[in-house]
């Protein structure tokens, strides 16, 4: 990443401005008229805010006046911490109010411009994070940013700033002029081609054994963010190679997690990420995406390693999504705070006092063994105890029914805290990243309380988020608002695909088609390939990020390639498999010099260059031996694959269906590679076999 924007902190943090003068009466604020849980938490603000859109720019334009940025979200403790110190302060708001024109951003919202002016940022500090302070010309180019400042600092910043505005206008033009020719380099990728071959897997795998913390689990230093992506690459790679120090890495790391602070034993979820190398001590958050990821790795270790703790912990995911954060409409929503009663992890954390009140001696003895809990605590900012599973301690004792009544009554006793603020808006991208988890769950653990969750949420957002042709991107208090990003139709399209191999409904697969097509028509970029991140029509912003690499969330380009990947094996339509590849060649040189940061990106290589299989199976809805085929599709881990059923009377409008017949109620099982089919059998162990076949590769 270029750091040549570092010329412009001289400018930015220099003068101390003081401004002298007569507070006026609050002003009237426009997010009262938001729907936006975070832009509602600023609605009483005396700040001059507007949200993101064009009033807010012109009015910038029509003052002359810099922008005053700035990006969060209603779960961020940060952010809070920003808004009680810097942004309910009269001192802060009446600069700001003098010199700039304001404008709020919920990140969860408006994706594009957070990833818009992370980008900038990251390039100008190196770093990046949440709040998201930047300040801008009227033109939207960036000429000083940041993450959290405390009031002293943001007093400095706005009054050097806003003084240099008027006083310093060549300097200013010069870091904005710098800042666009970056703008412009960002939106072109040069292509420089690597062999794409397993070759990548292997460096990948070499990485993550320097990385591995074998003591505690986890890759690293603290603070440690749970490798969702990275481990379900290791699955996938020790399914290809045969190798057991790669499922070892998975298993002790989802074993080391689910003991910790970081998962809720109490309620079930996992909270943000672990801000030591042990999992003991969590941001308390809980996000929907982190869940969804969570899910999915534990249902796949389940796969590998039949390991029972794997299946109860994914289930204690799911059921907390199901009971906290799933609406009426079936909806899911997007996360819990971190805090409550104006600290954070309040809501889950226990003082030695009062679990001596509430619990007998025996059940007090047995929470001490059991959850480690001490009479200082373990959470050094307020000496209370966050359980965990100590060590030496099974999951089968901590599972049992004495301590499970335990666990029943503190929870009872906790329903009744002051329950963190829960963000209620319901986002197509995460849901689809949800709908995804519950459809895999629905499979694996033979559930369909999970499906009828995943077929909900699709329904919903089929009804109100998906009009004209086009997916909206947030949907709260009944409104459906904002042009979806790319992340928006990758996700959903990706859930879709599984929802499909769950129920066999062609209405998801068919909806996925349709949104593929619509996702190529807006986002791709038709002179060098990959998908921009944002729409061209209507962007309020200078330029449109093409992005690669994971974050916090798989990527949405290495997501879109899996899914042309796996359509293509649906429609055989020949464009799917172009993108995909120009995708790989795009990614090719980044996924060789940073291969952590490529992980969702070689899962989807690793079906690309694995033969990857077609399976159909046809045969009777009701059939006992139907049932036992797809059951062992279901729950054994074979990830390179897709998975179609029909009955004989049925007629798909699918190309892969064509040709695949039985006859006098048998069930057939077809297994193709690039539809060319082998031998269709009957026999279970023989379909076993036949799916099982892989491209195999050494380590060495």
């Known amino acids: 990443m270029q750091r040549f924007l570092f010329i412009i902190f001289p400018l930015a943090i220099v003068v101390f401005f003081f401004y002298e003068g007569a507070f006026a009466a609050k ?27 064009e009033e807010a720019l012109q009015a910038a334009r029509d003052q002359n006046k810099p922008i005053f940025l700035s990006i969060g979200y209603s779960t961020c403790h940060w952010c809070h911490v920003l808004e009680k110190e810097s942004f309910e302060n009269e001192e802060v708001a009446a600069m700001l109010n003098k010199s700039f024109i304001c404008i709020k951003v919920d990140r969860e919202e408006h994706p594009d411009v957070d990833q818009f002016y992370m980008n900038v940022v990251q390039a100008m500090t190196g770093s990046g994070g949440w709040p998201l302070t930047v300040i801008m010309t009227p033109e939207k180019i960036p000429v000083f ?180 954060m799933t609406g009426p409409q079936g909806g899911f929503y997007s996360a819990e705070d971190a805090d409550s009663e104006g600290e954070e992890g309040t809501f889950y954390i226990w003082s030695d006092a009062e679990l001596k009140k509430v619990l007998t001696k025996e059940e007090y003895q047995k929470v001490i063994k059991i959850f480690g809990v001490t009479p200082q605590g373990n959470f050094e900012m307020t000496g209370e105890n966050i359980l965990h599973l100590n060590k030496g301690v099974s999951w089968k004792e901590s599972s049992s029914l004495e301590v499970e009544n335990i666990s029943k009554k503190l929870l009872k006793i906790r329903e009744k805290r002051e329950r963190p603020f829960k963000d209620d808006k319901v986002l197509t991208a995460w849901n689809g990243l949800m709908i995804s988890a519950m459809a895999k769950a629905a499979q694996v653990l033979q559930d369909d309380k999970y499906l009828r969750a995943a077929q909900n949420s699709t329904q919903f957002i089929k009804a109100n988020l998906f009009k004209n042709g086009k997916l909206a991107r947030r949907y709260r208090d009944s409104e459906a608002k904002f042009t979806a990003s790319l992340d928006d139709y990758a996700y959903l399209i990706q859930g879709l695909i599984d929802l499909y191999e769950t129920d066999f409904d062609e209405e998801w697969l068919t909806w996925a088609n349709i949104l593929q097509k619509k996702q190529d028509e807006l986002f791709w970029d038709k002179a060098s390939g990959g998908y921009f991140f944002s729409e061209k029509e209507g962007s309020l912003l200078p330029g449109r990020n093409k992005k690669f690499e994971d974050n916090a969330r798989p990527n949405s380009n290495a997501v879109s390639a899996l899914n042309l990947l796996k359509l293509y094996k649906f429609t055989l339509h020949n464009p799917y498999i172009d993108k995909a590849k120009t995708i790989f060649t795009l990614a090719g040189k980044m996924m060789s010099q940073s291969h952590n940061a490529f992980a969702q990106m070689f899962i989807a290589l690793d079906f690309y260059l694995d033969t990857s299989k077609e399976v159909v199976v046809v045969g009777t809805k009701q059939s006992n031996e139907k049932d036992a085929v797809i059951g062992m599709l279901r729950t054994e881990f074979l990830p390179n694959k897709t998975v179609g059923y029909i009955s004989p009377e049925f ?43 892989n491209k195999e590769y050494s380590l060495n």
């Open 27 to 53: 002003p009237y604020n426009r997010l009262i008229h938001e729907k936006s849980p975070y832009l509602l938490q600023h609605k009483d603000n005396p700040i001059h805010w507007y949200a993101w859109g």
């Open 145 to 324: 940013g940041g993450t959290y400042f405390p009031q002293n600092e943001l007093i400095k910043i706005i009054g050097a700033l806003g003084s240099a505005w008027i006083e310093q206008p060549k300097k200013i033009k010069a870091v904005g002029d710098t800042v666009r020719k970056f703008i412009e380099a960002e939106d072109r990728i040069s292509t420089q081609l690597v062999t794409l071959d397993e070759t990548l897997m292997k460096d990948f795998y070499k990485k993550s054994l320097i990385s591995y913390d074998e003591e505690n689990g986890g890759f690293g230093l603290a603070p440690k963010f749970p490798p969702t992506m990275k481990m379900r690459l290791l699955l996938r790679i020790a399914q290809r190679t045969g190798d057991k120090y790669a499922i070892k890495m998975v298993r002790s790391t989802l074993e080391a997690m689910s003991r910790g602070g970081i998962y809720d034993h109490l309620g079930g979820g996992f909270h943000r990420y672990s801000t030591d190398s042990i999992w003991l001590v969590p941001h308390f958050e809980k996000m929907l995406y982190d869940q969804a990821a969570l899910a999915t790795v534990y249902l796949e270790g389940y796969q590998v390693t039949q390991n029972k703790v794997f299946e109860s912990v994914a289930r204690g995911i799911l059921n907390y999504v199901l009971k906290d």
């Open 651 to 693: 007629k798909s409008s699918f190309p892969v269906f064509e040709n695949k017949v039985t006859a006098e109620g048998r069930t057939i099982v077809y297994v193709c590679e690039n539809n060319v089919c082998k031998f269709p059998t009957e026999d279970l162990n023989k379909a076993r076999q036949l799916v099982k076949e």
